[in-house]
Structures are given as structure tokens and as C-alpha cells.
């Protein structure tokens, strides 16, 4: 079975797309199968990794401040007499490592036995005994201590050997600001909403996010399954999945809750982003295939224009070369092919113009005898009556005529030379009919220089002449005009003879603008044919009656002859 162009492109294309589609379809669907469970897999070793790193500087400063608090030389400064530049030293220490540790925590060591406090941002300040008793609520452990906002609230990690008698012993306070713990919990924060927590082990926590009250539901889950790392809290009439991990080392619990649809947000935009990148491949795709289908279709449309000129005979139109090499070759052979049929056409055409031209030179030496004989029987006449002056007079005429009318081969002549032989011919038929024939001749400038066949027009003043005479016996007036219009020249003949019927008017028409090879007798039929031969079908002749009698023929003549007509001539 054979197909067509277009046909096998359309179809190649939509297999091509179905497959594509088939393909981006299958990426979907493993990307859109992306669950909540193995989302969470993925947060948690997150927040695994994130615990891990914090929980290993939490317990780096509690043994600092363990270390700290037993040292036995800090011990006896406690003991000893006040000693400033002792302070010094410790208080330099204290601001190094506060410095060093990445926590941007602060350091505060108390002298019970002295009553001064040596701190790494405040130096040297007297103890109050009530602050003090406060934060030994929770010795030796990491605990969150809140302030009336989440932003003056901290995290605090308590030293002290005993509480018996604490306001004598060495004690340590490490306290971390809330800015440095919002930045460890903004690096769990959910894309799209969704809040990170810490919480100690008394049910204290910190919450960074967008749900404000999911402390009491966070804490109440903690204390019931801290052993489990995950569960489901309801706040503020959201379900809220919890992801959570214990701080090695330090009691405190760090973790995460979130709604499904946060968590599952960049997954849905994983989704649309390849169904765009679906969308945009497809468009690509058929825009391919639309290039490829032009590529094609385009110029085999322009062959098949081409043959469709061809087969109506019209041999001009050329194809231009074009980029696809196999189009090139078939446009550069179908050009040789027209270029050699026009080339045997031409050939045969001028074969048959050359008939033609016999055959008009043959029905101009039919009119030629015509008048000449009809002029020398006057001169015949005009002698026998001894009529020497009209008889010299006449051969005058008669020799303009046929000086003007034998010597040259060519079919044409200006409408100057043929108006011309026109006055001489009308002078030689007042010659022969005195007081029997008058007429007037208008012509327009521009008509004089158009070109017309030779003596082509004396046929229908003579037919003017006899029939007027014959059917009346008053003068015969001939009136003749040129002019130039749109399509040539339009020469007008008319006279008041006795005119044609109109029946027979309409049917010499019809054969003239038809069939003129069938008028009967050369008179009309002649001169129509070497127009037609000359000029083609835009050349004729028209007839119309006059009111109340005679005849007017219209001449159209156009302004150049046939291409094919001027070959023959050059021929």
C-alpha cells in the first residue's frame, strides 16, 4: 500500500508522540509514588545528622563546665584569700573557649565562698543568691529555661559538686541564646510551612515556626512515646506528624512537625515540573515534526503547481533551487523538462504559424486585385468619355495607392500611413461618383502612430459605398474616427446605407466574435481573419445599426501583436 507524504509523517508523528508520552508518563508515576514514609525516611537521617552534630557541642560544654567546676585550683581560689590577678586568668579563659565554641554560648563561673560571679561577657559581678538558687533547679543537666518571648528564652546547662550549702561551693552556667538555637532549628524547617522544636526533659520547649500552640500537644507526646521518634499530635485542629530524636548525651529531644501536605509540597512541584517538561517536549516535538512536514510537503506542492502550469500550457514558470538536495535535483530536472517541451512546442507552433502567414498573405492578395480592378475600370471609363482631366487625376490616385499599398512585405503599417491610403481611396471614389459620395475623417494625436495591418480597413468603405449607392439615391456620407483606448485602437466606420436587418445583424456577430472562417464572401471575413491571425481573440470586428438607417463597424485593434505573430514576422 502506498502512502502520501503527509500521510506517513502524521502517522510516524503521533507514534513518536504516544511514545514520548508513555515515557514521561512512566517518570510521573515513579516520581508521584514518592510517599509520606519515604519522605520521612529522608528527614530523618536529616535530623539525625543535624542532632548528632549539636548534641556532640552540647556535651563538649558540659564537660568544659564539669571540668571546670572540679578543677582543684578553681576550687581553691574559692578558698583563698581574693586575688584579682587570679580573676584575670579566669576570666581569659572563659572568654576563649566562648570564643572558639561554635555554640556562641556564655560562660559564667560562681565563687560561692566569695560571692562573685566571673562571666565570659559581663567580667567580675556580685552573686545573687535568689538568681542562683533558680538555675541549680535542674544540677547537672541541659534544660530550657523560658523567657516572656520565645526570643529572650535559652538554653542552660548547671554544674554544681553538691547542693548542700551551694552558696559555697563552685558552680558553672553554660547558657545559649535563642539566636544561635533559631538557627540550628531553621535548618529543619519545612518548605511551605511546618515548625522545629527542642524539648528538655522536664517537658520544656522551644518552638520555631508557624504553629503557635503545639507546645502542650508536643510535650504530651514526648513524655508518652519518647522511645518511639515519631508520632501524631493534633493542634489547632491540624494533625501534626512528629519526627524526633534524642540529643545523645544531654536528655534533650530535637525534632520536627509538620501537616502531610507541607511535607509532601515539593513533591507535588517535582509532579508539575515534569508534566511541564512533558508539555514543552510534546510542543518541541510537534513543532519537529511540523518543520519536517513543511520541509516536505512545501515544495512537493510547488512541483505539483509547476505540472499543473504545465499541463495548462503555460510554460513560464520556473522553480527556484531549494536546500534539501534531493528537492534541488528534482526542481533543477523538472526546469529542463519544461524548458525543452516549451522548446518543441515552439517549434511546432512556428511550423504552424508559417501556414498561417501563407495563408494571410494569400487573403491580402485577395483584396488587393479587388480594388485595383474596381480603379481601373474608371480609368477605362473616364477615357472612353474623353475625360482626361478625372482620368489624370485618378491614375495620380491610383498610383499613391498602389505605391503606398505593393511595395513593402510587411503586414503592418501607423495608423497614419493606413488613414492616409484611406483619403486617397475615398478621393478616388468621388472621382468615380460625383456629388455621390462625401466623408470626414477624425482622428486623435495619439491614435496616428498606433500600429495597424495594411489596407484592412478599405474593404468596409468600399462595402459602405456600393450598398449606399445601390439602395438610394441620395449622397452616401462616410464618416471615419480613430481614437486610442484602454485596450488599442478603436476605428469606427459609419455611413446612412440602407443598413442590415437586424436578425441577420445578430448573427453575423455571433460568427465574427466565434467563428469568423465562416462568413461567407472575403469582404468581412478577410480582414476579421488577419486581425484574429494578427492580433488574437481581443482583435474584431462589431456591427451596429443606425437610427433611422445605415451602419457603424467598430474596429478593435490592440496595441501589439501576438508574440507568437511577431516571431513569424522576424522568421
Known amino acids: ?60 560544654l558540659s564537660r568544659f563546665a564539669v571540668q571546670l567546676g572540679t578543677d582543684s585550683d578553681i576550687i581553691a581560689v574559692n578558698e583563698e584569700e581574693e586575688n584579682l590577678w587570679v580573676y584575670k586568668d579566669i576570666l581569659n579563659q572563659l572568654q576563649r573557649y566562648a570564643a572558639l565554641n561554635e555554640t556562641e554560648s556564655r560562660l559564667t563561673l560562681f565563687l560561692g565562698q566569695k560571692g562573685k560571679g566571673l562571666s565570659s561577657h559581663d567580667n567580675l559581678f556580685p552573686i545573687d543568691a535568689e ?6 533547679e535542674y544540677p547537672n543537666m541541659w534544660y530550657i529555661r523560658k523567657g516572656p518571648s520565645s526570643e529572650e528564652s535559652t538554653l542552660k546547662f548547671f554544674f554544681v559538686n553538691s547542693q548542700n550549702d551551694l552558696e559555697q561551693q563552685v558552680s558553672i552556667l553554660v547558657e545559649i541564646d535563642f539566636a544561635y538555637l533559631k538557627q540550628l532549628l531553621s535548618g529543619l524547617k519545612i518548605t511551605g510551612g511546618g515548625t522545629a522544636f527542642l524539648v ?5 520547649e522551644l518552638i520555631s515556626g508557624d504553629f503557635e500552640k503545639i507546645q502542650e500537644a508536643v510535650s504530651e507526646d514526648l ?36 501537616t502531610d501536605s507541607m511535607f509532601m509540597e515539593p513533591v507535588q512541584r517535582a509532579n508539575r515540573f515534569v508534566l511541564l517538561l512533558f508539555f514543552v517536549a510534546v ?64 517549434e511546432v507552433k512556428l511550423e504552424h504559424l508559417r501556414t498561417q502567414e501563407a495563408e494571410y498573405k494569400f487573403l491580402q492578395a485577395q483584396i488587393n486585385p479587388h480594388f485595383l480592378y474596381n480603379s481601373l475600370y474608371y480609368i477605362y ?18 498610383a499613391r495607392a498602389t505605391l503606398s499599398g505593393f511595395p513593402s512585405q510587411q503586414a503592418g503599417g501607423s495608423a497614419q500611413a493606413e488613414l492616409e491610403n484611406i483619403t486617397v481611396y475615398m478621393k478616388i471614389q468621388e472621382l468615380r461618383h460625383p456629388d455621390r459620395v462625401s466623408y470626414e ?39 471615419i474616427s480613430a481614437k486610442t483606448g484602454h485596450h488599442g485602437l478603436e476605428l469606427v466606420i459609419e455611413d446612412n446605407g440602407p443598413g442590415i436587418p437586424e436578425s441577420k445583424l445578430i448573427e453575423m456577430n455571433r460568427l465574427l466574435k466565434e467563428q469568423p472562417e465562416k462568413l461567407t464572401g472575403c469582404g468581412i471575413r478577410n480582414p476579421c481573419l488577419r486581425l484574429r491571425y494578427r492580433y488574437g ?35
Open 283 to 346: 510542543i518541541l516535538l510537534i513543532a519537529q515534526f511540523l518543520f519536517l512536514y513543511l520541509s516536505i510537503r512545501t515544495p512537493l506542492g510547488t512541483l505539483r503547481k509547476g505540472m499543473l502550469s504545465v499541463e495548462q500550457g503555460d510554460y513560464s514558470r520556473e522553480l527556484n533551487s531549494h536546500w534539501l538536495l534531493e528537492i534541488d535535483y528534482i526542481y533543477h530536472q523538472y526546469n529542463r523538462m519544461v524548458r525543452r517541451i516549451e522548446s518543441l512546442l515552439n
Open 223 to 258: 513524655l508518652v512515646n519518647r522511645d518511639e521518634q515519631e508520632g501524631i499530635v493534633y493542634a489547632k485542629d491540624k494533625q501534626l506528624r512528629l519526627l524526633y530524636t534524642e540529643l545523645s548525651g544531654t536528655g534533650l529531644i530535637l525534632g520536627m512537625a509538620f
Open 441 to 479: 475623417v477624425t482622428v486623435d494625436e495619439e491614435a496616428l502612430h498606433t500600429e495597424v495591418p495594411r489596407l484592412f480597413a478599405a474593404v468596409f468603405i468600399e462595402n459602405s459605398l456600393v450598398h449606399g449607392m445601390e439602395a438610394a439615391d441620395r449622397t452616401v456620407h462616410i464618416s
Open 381 to 398: 471609363q473616364m477615357s472612353m468619355a474623353g475625360d482626361s482631366e478625372n482620368t489624370a487625376e485618378m491614375s495620380i490616385a491610383l
Open 131 to 136: 538568681y542562683l538558687a533558680k538555675e541549680a
Open 1 to 60: 500500500m502506498k502512502l502520501s507524504v503527509k500521510r506517513f509523517l502524521i502517522i510516524n508523528s503521533i507514534l513518536l508522540i504516544f511514545l514520548l508520552s508513555g515515557a514521561v508518563s512512566i517518570l510521573y508515576l515513579g516520581v508521584s509514588h514518592i510517599t509520606t514514609e519515604m519522605a520521612e525516611t529522608f528527614s530523618s537521617e536529616t535530623l539525625s545528622k543535624i542532632a548528632g552534630d549539636f548534641s556532640m557541642r552540647l556535651r563538649g
Open 537 to 571: 481573440p481581443h482583435a474584431g470586428v462589431k456591427l451596429v445599426s443606425r437610427r433611422p438607417y445605415g451602419l457603424t463597424v467598430i474596429l478593435n485593434i490592440p496595441e501589439t501583436p501576438l508574440r507568437s505573430f511577431r516571431i513569424s514576422e522576424q522568421t
Open 200 to 204: 528538655d526533659p522536664h517537658g520544656n
